[in-house]
């Protein structure tokens, strides 16, 4: 009894101390906490500033600056709608409130509403018609919406107004390679990265641009900078490895791709290349290793079944070959590489019959499939059905004149032995 005496005690004056002082420090208490949300919001750390903004929101619901905070946050955190609702509070308590327009149009526009987004820029326009921010993100809209023409002229005149926003001219860039006016697109994006060296985006547009004009070494440049500048730029080292390969380096993309791995060890794209390169390399042990990671990150994959069939059968290993390509075809049952892998393979071990079941499937869906027919006649001719084998060659003839001669030829061959 004493001890709940003496805590009823204490508390009381707690809150008569703090009660005391409270009008007092009200305001210099929400300053400090404004000033320690501002700080969150810089730093993008959304977990932080989300409470406090509620807090700020809950003692001063009428605020339009601890509205905008609230609207602002939720709008990063892809709470669109909430953020709506704060954001037109803040408009609301104050109708000039610039940010608040651009911000909800953004939430709409993520929402992909381009007929409340533009309402919203347009209304703001309309009292900040020399607002470079507004010109800007109208032209985003009307790239958005496929409107390039229109887009290009709002952006040149945010530009007029703001001629040092790299951001700008990154999306003229985007514009004009989405009109495929490259040349133009890529002098856009080197004037961002002009103003802005570590634009990582323009850099590697840049990059894009290059493979397009088939310029490899300035393509090669952009993305190892596109990596320099940021690390987890997956799509960065998938183009990197690319353009290794298409130059036959298959080293240097097999170090590109383990360092993709690196940076995600779930990267389907980079197994499969990592598998692609092992098998190019005569490394079959590699490729399995890949291609059974591929499996266990998706499991329907057909194309990582075929490959992981090719890689057993560099080993000799028949049956596992055979088990993996009809794996492809639970995958996708008219899959033509895992159907045409299993008529090579059981004719490469005198499954003569399985082999034609699997070559007469790609005939059934294909009829003029001249490679079928080669091989259902070369087939006959392991069987000793020559007959067989010369009407598939009449076949033959009517569709591809090279392959007809190459089995004419295998023909006389066999009837040569006969005699």
Not at 261 to 277: T, Y
């Amino acid at each position: 009894m004493k001890i709940s005496f003496l805590f009823k005690t204490v508390f009381a004056v707690i809150v008569f101390t703090a009660g005391f002082g409270y009008c007092q420090n009200q305001e210099s208490n929400m300053e400090s906490i404004e000033k320690i949300l501002k700080s969150h919001i810089a730093s993008n750390d959304w977990q932080q500033a989300q409470p406090l903004s509620r807090k700020l929101v809950a003692k001063e619901p009428d605020n339009p600056d601890y509205n905008f905070y609230l609207g602002f946050i939720l709008n990063n955190i892809k709470d669109y709608d909430k953020a709506i609702k704060f954001l037109k509070k803040a408009i609301e308590l104050k109708p000039d409130y610039l940010a608040c327009y651009d911000q909800i149009a953004l939430a709409y526009q993520q929402m992909k509403d381009y007929k409340e987004a533009f309402k919203y820029i347009e209304q703001a326009l309309n009292n900040y018609p020399e607002s470079a921010v507004l010109l800007h993100h109208k032209g985003v809209l009307l790239f958005e919406t496929k409107q390039y023409d229109e887009s290009v002229r709002y952006l040149k005149m945010a530009l007029d107004i703001a001629p040092s926003n790299a951001n700008s001219y990154y999306m003229l860039g985007l514009v004009y390679k989405n009109k495929n006016e490259l040349d133009n697109a890529l002098d856009n994006f080197l004037k961002a990265i002009e103003l802005n060296s570590q634009f990582t985006e323009a850099h590697f547009e840049v990059g894009e641009i290059s493979i397009a004009k088939q310029d490899l070494d300035t393509a090669e440049k952009s993305f190892q900078k596109v990596i320099e500048l940021d690390p987890q730029y997956q799509l960065a080292y998938l183009r990197l490895g690319k353009i290794y390969l298409d130059r036959n380096n298959k080293r240097k993309a097999g170090e590109i791709y383990y360092n993709l791995l690196s940076v995600n060890p779930k990267s389907v794209e980079a197994l499969m290349a990592i598998g692609g390169i092992s098998l190019d390399l005569q490394e079959p042990v590699s490729a399995i290793v890949a291609y059974q990671d591929v499996i266990g990150l998706d499991p329907k994959n057909a194309d990582a079944y075929v490959n992981l069939g090719i890689a057993y059968s560099l080993k000799g290993e028949n049956d596992k070959e055979i088990e993996s390509y009809l794996k492809a075809l639970e995958c996708k049952p008219d899959y033509v590489p895992a159907i045409v892998n299993l008529g090579l393979a059981n004719q490469k071990i005198e499954k003569y019959d399985e082999a034609l079941k699997y070559y007469n499937k790609i005939l059934g869906m294909y009829p003029n499939d001249a490679m079928a027919l080669y091989k259902i006649g070369e087939v006959y001719l392991l069987q000793n059905k020559i007959e067989q084998a010369e009407e598939i060659n009449n076949r033959l003839g009517k569709i591809d004149p090279d392959s007809y001669a190459r089995l004419k030829f295998l023909i006389q061959s066999a009837k040569d032995e006969q005699r």
